[in-house]
């Protein structure tokens, strides 16, 4: 944890029970463009039938997490792409 409470660290998991699957995620919590985003990092095991397909049962990806709905669009007119315009957060009424 940040002295601050900025940027906190944190992980959770999910069994899915109709799939025979684990995920987990471990993550950082910040405050980006006055907004609280979860940046995380996941990893999937699946079960498998054998041995040999034992190399198909892991997939790793990241997930960010907003309390807004993240969205598309173009760049803004000048076209710098700012970590906020990537995330979709500008114009977070919409």
């Not at 598309?72 to 710098?80: A, E, L, T, Y």
Request: hydrophobic fraction near 25%; include cysteine; aromatic fraction near 10%.
């Amino acid at each position: 944890m940040s002295p601050d409470g900025s940027h906190d660290t944190f992980g959770f998991s999910v069994v899915w029970n109709t799939t025979g699957s684990t995920t987990s995620w471990a993550g950082e919590y910040k405050t980006c463009c006055g907004v609280p985003v979860l940046y995380t990092t996941w990893i999937l095991t699946d079960q498998t039938e054998s041995c040999n397909d034992n190399w198909k049962s892991t997939l790793i990806g990241k997930d960010v997490f907003t309390r807004y709905k993240q969205r598309q669009g173009p760049p803004p007119i000048d076209g710098k792409l700012t970590r906020c315009h990537a995330l979709g957060l500008l114009n977070k009424s919409d």
